[in-house]
């Protein structure tokens, strides 16, 4: 059942003819668009528009009123399907959607052609359509979309909605999907790779932040580069200069430079931990110290091995992959753990004990005093070893090769402060993020840095 369309305002139903989509629209609605979003807008509507495209940008610098606009241009075409993503699974009245609501409720012309709809908007005289979907893969089944708009991708966990519509508009030969966002926290999310693939050159797309960031958050200049609406809207800056002084800097680089950042209770800002990928594997018989976080089914199990030289690298590690029931393959893992003990020379075994008394009593056995128990609830031993492993990041003592794995726990681990020092922990006790590799790592890490240290201070000269 359709809505009430709104005021009759003596339009016959069918829409002006302008060639021009940007001047078409700032026809129909008597709002001037922002000349970024002039660009961009003839960007998506071009004949030879790409497949996919991906936008971020701080908050309030337009790109909802945007995303509405090619929206709201495509469904004057003939014959097109247009479909709006929604940041949710269950509710279809997004920010974009209510975007999209507001412009033709606000324009004469708009009101008068686009009839409304619980959660979707048709035009009779074009025969198109803007309809709302959940976010879910399910969703992008049985659609045949020429423009599908992904709101707020940043909250994405996983690709499989994001890939689901663009295989959905495969068919179209001129069918598009456009990412619109502000930059996350979380570096696992599939909006960051997106972002990583825009600045490549392997995904078009365009990101409005600082070029540099590591000077940004001071520099008004940059602030300009993320806030392109400056040129149209010069009063803006007041508005930035009001969040400058009251919001965190993480907070302030995020929502008003485009730049992905880490929470406040991140463990390292963001990019810290990349910048300490470096080319490089282990040699047979390098001296090693092996960190063990052992779990029973729900967590992961990981093995990691740090060098003397503070070089840090996972040897194994073993997820649940979402299945019912799943249990860690126990064999594997003591097959990972004599196999490195056979080609690398393992000062320490370093194991956090729970669930895996009956392995680790064996393991002593044969390589005696060479297996340590580390328990990582105790926070007198957890947080100096966090603390070590912190600041040897920070300062570039330790390097790791890339692995994304690793990478990945140490993105989810959270910071939290004791009486003994900081120490690192999952978000909550049920997140499904984990952080064993981290915790591998840290233990790992910690005992090579004070094995190398004591050996260096016996060191005497005469």
Not at 62 to 87: F, I, L, M, T
Not at 139 to 165: C, M, R
Request: hydrophobic share 40%; proline share 6%; net charge negative.
């Amino acid at each position: 059942m359709a809505l009430k369309a709104g005021p009759k305002t003596g339009y016959d139903g069918v829409l002006p003819e302008i060639d021009d989509d940007v001047e078409w629209f700032e026809h129909v609605t008597g709002r001037p668009l922002y000349r970024w979003q002039r660009e961009e807008l003839r960007t998506v509507m071009a004949p030879d528009r790409p497949r996919s495209y991906y936008l971020q940008m701080g908050r309030k610098g337009g790109k909802s009123y945007w995303a509405a606009a090619a929206a709201v241009c495509e469904a004057r075409r003939p014959q097109r399907h247009v479909y709006v993503v929604s940041d949710s699974e269950r509710n279809l009245q997004s920010a974009l959607f209510r975007e999209i609501r507001d412009i033709v409720h606000a324009s004469p012309i708009l009101a008068a052609t686009f009839v409304p709809f619980q959660s979707k908007f048709e035009v009779p005289s074009t025969g198109s359509f803007i309809e709302a979907r959940p976010n879910k893969f399910a969703a992008s089944q049985s659609v045949n979309p020429h423009l599908t708009l992904f709101d707020e991708v940043h909250l994405q966990k996983t690709d499989d909605t994001w890939h689901g519509f663009r295989m959905a508009g495969a068919a179209r030969r001129d069918g598009i999907l456009i990412g619109v966002t502000t930059p996350g926290q979380d570096v696992t999310a599939p909006a960051h790779g997106f972002c990583q693939q825009v600045i490549a050159g392997t995904m078009r797309g365009r990101i409005f932040a600082p070029t540099d960031a590591a000077t940004a958050y001071e520099d008004r200049a940059a602030w300009l580069e993320a806030n392109p609406r400056l040129l149209d809207d010069p009063e803006f800056m007041d508005a930035l200069e009001e969040d400058f002084r009251d919001l965190p800097e993480h907070q302030f680089k995020r929502y008003r430079l485009g730049l992905w950042t880490a929470g406040a209770m991140s463990w390292f800002p963001y990019g810290t931990w990349d910048g300490r990928a470096v080319q490089r594997t282990l040699e047979q018989g390098e001296a090693v110290w092996l960190g063990f976080d052992g779990s029973y089914s729900g967590d992961s199990t990981a093995l990691v091995a740090a060098t003397a030289d503070g070089f840090v690298t996972p040897l194994g590690v073993w997820e649940n992959p979402g299945k019912k029931g799943w249990r860690v393959p126990r064999e594997e893992v003591e097959n990972a753990v004599e196999a490195a003990f056979a080609v690398y020379d393992v000062r320490e075994l370093l194991c956090d004990p729970p669930y895996w008394q009956r392995e680790i009593a064996a393991w002593s056995e044969r390589w005696p005093g060479r297996v340590i128990e580390f328990p990582t609830y105790v926070r007198a031993r957890m947080a100096p070893a966090c603390t070590v492993f912190h600041a040897s990041v920070l300062d570039g003592r330790l390097t790791h090769d890339g692995d994304a794995r690793l990478g990945r726990h140490v993105a989810n681990a959270v910071v939290q402060t004791s009486p003994q020092g900081d120490y690192i922990t999952k978000a909550d006790k049920d997140s499904p993020a984990k952080i064993d590799l981290a915790v591998a790592a840290v233990i790992a890490y910690s005992r090579a840095a004070v094995a190398t240290t004591k050996r260096r201070s016996n060191i005497f000269v005469l």
